[in-house]
C-alpha cells in the first residue's frame, strides 16, 4: 500500500526563516548592549570628566587666560561640555559633566564672558522620559517575539 504524503506536514528546515530571525536577534541583542552602555556612560576607557562644581567654575573663570573649555550646555542645574583638543590630548579626557547649584547667579555671566559655545537646553519632558525608560521592555518582547 502506498504512502498519501502530504506536503504540509514536512519537517521544518532551517532557511531563509530562521536565519532572518536570527539576524534580528542578534542586531537587537547589539543594540541593547549599546544602549544600555550609554545610558550608564560605562565604558572600558572613559573619556568623560566628572568635575566638581569648584573644579568647573575655576576652569571657566580662568577660561580666557589658560583655554581648557571649549563648549558648555546647560540644562537646569547639569552641565555638560567639551574640552579644547589641546587640554583633552594632556588629560585624556575629552568632556567633562557636573551639576551646579540653582541660585549662583554669576555664572550665566562668566560663561557667556569666557567660554566661545555657551548653550541653553531645555530639559526632557515626561513623555521622552516614559519613551526612553521603557525602550528596554520593548526590546525585551521583541526578543520574545522572535
Known amino acids: 500500500m502506498a504512502k498519501n504524503i502530504d506536503p ?3 519537517p ?3 532557511g531563509k526563516d530562521s536565519a532572518l530571525r536570527s539576524g534580528v536577534f542578534w542586531i537587537f541583542i547589539f543594540l541593547g548592549v549599546v544602549w544600555v552602555l550609554s545610558v550608564l556612560n560605562v565604558g572600558v576607557f572613559s573619556q568623560i570628566d566628572k568635575l566638581r562644581y569648584d573644579q568647573f567654575y575655576y576652569l571657566v573663570e ?3 587666560e589658560t583655554p581648557t573649555i571649549k ?3 546647560l540644562t537646569l542645574n547639569y552641565v555638560e561640555g567639551d574640552y579644547l583638543p589641546e587640554y583633552s590630548s594632556k588629560t585624556g579626557k575629552t568632556a567633562f559633566q557636573t551639576y551646579i547649584p540653582e541660585k549662583d547667579r554669576s555664572l550665566i555671566p562668566l560663561l557667556r564672558t569666557n567660554v566661545s559655545e ?3 537646553e531645555p530639559p526632557r519632558t515626561a513623555l521622552i522620559n516614559f519613551f526612553i525608560s521603557i525602550f528596554p521592555v520593548l526590546v525585551f ?3 520574545l517575539w522572535y
Open 8 to 10: 504540509s506536514n514536512k
Open 12 to 14: 521544518n528546515k532551517p
Open 62 to 64: 580662568h577660561n580666557l
Open 71 to 73: 563648549s558648555v550646555k
Open 118 to 120: 555657551f548653550t541653553v
Open 141 to 143: 518582547i521583541g526578543f
